[in-house]
C-alpha cells in the first residue's frame, strides 16, 4: 500500500523559513514526477513545485519562485520543499504528491497528474 507522509510544517512568522519532508513508501517513484500542491481555506488545490524523475528539471508556481526550491532524494525516496521568505499568503495545507510515469506533455502543474496524495501538513505564516 503507498503512503506518502509529510512532516515539516507548523507556525513561523512572515519572512522565516521551513523545510517540508515527504516520505513514501509502498513502492519506489523512481520514474515518477513528484510534487508539492497547497490548499488554503475555501480555495482550491494549487501546484507550488515539481520535479521530474531524476530531479533534474523543476517547475515552479509564480508564487514561489526565488523563495521556494523543491528537491527529491531516490535514496529515501522523499521529496522536499525549502520555502524561503514565507508571507501571511503562503498560509495552506500543502500536499506532496507522486505522478504517474512520466512522459513528454506531463502536465506538471495539474491536480489530476498525481495518482498519490499525501494527508497534508499545515503551515501558518503569522504577519
Known amino acids: 500500500q503507498v503512503q506518502l507522509v509529510e512532516s515539516g510544517g507548523g507556525l513561523v512568522q512572515a519572512g522565516g523559513s521551513l523545510r517540508l519532508s515527504c516520505a513514501a513508501s509502498g513502492r519506489t517513484f523512481h520514474t515518477c514526477p513528484m510534487a508539492w500542491f497547497r490548499q488554503a481555506p475555501g480555495k482550491e488545490r494549487e501546484f507550488v513545485a515539481a520535479t521530474n524523475w531524476n530531479g533534474g528539471r523543476t517547475y515552479y508556481a509564480d508564487s514561489g519562485k526565488g523563495r521556494f526550491t523543491i528537491s527529491r532524494d531516490h535514496a529515501k525516496n522523499a521529496v522536499y520543499l525549502q520555502m524561503n521568505s514565507l508571507k501571511p499568503e503562503d498560509t495552506a495545507v500543502y500536499f506532496c504528491?507522486?505522478?504517474?510515469?512520466?512522459?513528454?506533455?506531463?502536465?506538471?502543474?495539474?491536480?489530476?497528474?498525481?495518482?498519490?496524495w499525501g494527508q497534508g501538513t499545515q503551515v501558518t505564516v503569522s504577519s
Open positions: 504528491a507522486v505522478g504517474g510515469m512520466e512522459r513528454a506533455d506531463y502536465q506538471y502543474e495539474a491536480v489530476g497528474e498525481y495518482p498519490y
